[in-house]
C-alpha cells in the first residue's frame, strides 16, 4: 500500500489516507496495513465498482443494499405510488421501470441462495401491498398483488437476467474473462463443484424456462445425468398439464 501510495505521487496523485479502508476476503489474519504510520481501518464489507464485497465472501450483503436503494426509491415516489387517484396500470409502470432495476442492478452476477430470493421478494411484495393500500388483515394472496399490478415475480426477473448474461458468456470469445471463469477447476474442490451445480441446476431451472434455454455444451458434458434427469422431469410435467 505504501509503494502504490509512493507511485501515485510521482505522477501528481493523492491517496486520501483518511478516506482509505480495506477488507480481507476468506480467512482473517492478524496484524493490520500502516501507509506513512497511519493505521488502516479493517472493513467487514467493501464498495467496488457499485457492488459490496463481503469479508466472508457471501453476496448477501449485496441483496440487502439493492433492496434498500430500492425503497430509497421507491420513496421518492410515493406522492404517485400511494395516491389513489393515479391509475394502477400508471403505478405499475413506474415500479416496473424505476423501482425495480435499482433492486436487480448486477443481480446476474450473483451466486444467489433462497435468502437473496426472499430478501427481494419480501422487498417487492411489501411494496405492492402498501402501494395499494393492503395488509395482511386482507387476507389477499401475493399472486393476486402481482396480477392487479401485472408484474411479475422479481425472483423470476433475476432469474431471467441471470439467463441473458448466461447466454451472452456463452456465445463471447474463448479468451474473454468472463467465459474463463466456466472453466476454473480448484485443487481439491472438484467433487464439491459438481454436487452444489447438481443442485444449483436442478433447483434453478423451473417448469417455466423452456428446455432449450438450459441446452449448453457444458451442462451435457459435465452433468449429463442431472441433465437428463432434468428433461424427463419436464417432460413428466408437461404430460400432466395436459390431462
Same mark, same amino acid.
Given at each position: 500500500?505504501?509503494?502504490?501510495?509512493?507511485?501515485? &505521487?510521482q505522477?501528481?496523485?493523492?491517496?486520501n489516507v483518511?478516506?482509505? &479502508?480495506?477488507v480481507?476476503?476468506?480467512e482473517q489474519?492478524?496484524?493490520?496495513?500502516?501507509v506513512?504510520?497511519? &493505521?488502516l481501518?479493517?472493513?467487514? =464489507?467493501?464498495k467496488?465498482?457499485?457492488s459490496?464485497?463481503?469479508?466472508?465472501g457471501s453476496?448477501l450483503?449485496e441483496a440487502?443494499?439493492r433492496a434498500?436503494?430500492?425503497?430509497?426509491?421507491?420513496? /421518492?415516489?410515493t406522492?404517485?405510488?400511494?395516491?389513489?387517484?393515479?391509475?394502477?396500470? $400508471?403505478?405499475?409502470?413506474?415500479?416496473?421501470?424505476?423501482?425495480?432495476?435499482?433492486a436487480?442492478?448486477?443481480?446476474?452476477?450473483?451466486?444467489?441462495?433462497l435468502k437473496h430470493e426472499q430478501t427481494l421478494?419480501?422487498?417487492?411484495m411489501r411494496?405492492l401491498r402498501?402501494?395499494?393500500?393492503l395488509? *395482511?388483515?386482507?387476507?389477499? *394472496?401475493?399472486?393476486?398483488?402481482?396480477a392487479m399490478?401485472?408484474?411479475?415475480?422479481?425472483?423470476?426477473?433475476?432469474?431471467?437476467?441471470?439467463l441473458?448474461?448466461?447466454?451472452?458468456? $456463452? *456465445?463471447?470469445?474463448?479468451?474473454s474473462?468472463a467465459k474463463? =471463469?466456466?472453466?476454473?477447476?480448484? &485443487?481439491?474442490?472438484?467433487?464439491?463443484?459438481?454436487?452444489?451445480f447438481?443442485?444449483?441446476?436442478?433447483?434453478?431451472?423451473?417448469?417455466?424456462?423452456?428446455?432449450?434455454?438450459?441446452?449448453?455444451? /457444458?451442462?451435457?458434458t459435465?452433468?449429463s445425468n442431472?441433465?437428463?434427469?432434468?428433461?424427463?422431469?419436464?417432460?413428466?410435467?408437461?404430460?400432466?398439464?395436459?390431462?
Amino acid at each position: 500500500m505504501q509503494a502504490w501510495k509512493d507511485r501515485l &505521487e510521482q505522477y501528481g496523485m493523492r491517496l486520501n489516507v483518511k478516506k482509505t &479502508e480495506y477488507v480481507e476476503c476468506g480467512e482473517q489474519t492478524p496484524g493490520t496495513i500502516f501507509v506513512d504510520d497511519a &493505521e488502516l481501518p479493517k472493513a467487514s =464489507a467493501f464498495k467496488y465498482l457499485g457492488s459490496r464485497i463481503s469479508a466472508d465472501g457471501s453476496t448477501l450483503v449485496e441483496a440487502e443494499y439493492r433492496a434498500n436503494a430500492a425503497w430509497s426509491k421507491w420513496r /421518492q415516489v410515493t406522492g404517485v405510488m400511494c395516491d389513489r387517484k393515479v391509475p394502477l396500470k $400508471l403505478k405499475s409502470k413506474i415500479y416496473r421501470t424505476v423501482v425495480r432495476p435499482v433492486a436487480l442492478y448486477g443481480a446476474e452476477c450473483w451466486p444467489t441462495t433462497l435468502k437473496h430470493e426472499q430478501t427481494l421478494h419480501t422487498m417487492e411484495m411489501r411494496m405492492l401491498r402498501w402501494t395499494q393500500g393492503l395488509t *395482511r388483515l386482507d387476507r389477499v *394472496r401475493n399472486d393476486d398483488v402481482r396480477a392487479m399490478f401485472g408484474v411479475a415475480p422479481i425472483v423470476a426477473k433475476m432469474r431471467e437476467a441471470r439467463l441473458r448474461w448466461y447466454g451472452h458468456v $456463452l *456465445r463471447s470469445d474463448d479468451n474473454s474473462v468472463a467465459k474463463s =471463469a466456466m472453466n476454473i477447476i480448484v &485443487e481439491g474442490a472438484e467433487r464439491v463443484y459438481s454436487k452444489c451445480f447438481s443442485v444449483y441446476l436442478c433447483r434453478r431451472c423451473h417448469l417455466s424456462l423452456p428446455p432449450s434455454i438450459v441446452y449448453s455444451d /457444458q451442462v451435457v458434458t459435465l452433468h449429463s445425468n442431472v441433465f437428463c434427469w432434468f428433461i424427463m422431469y419436464l417432460t413428466q410435467q408437461a404430460l400432466l398439464r395436459t390431462l
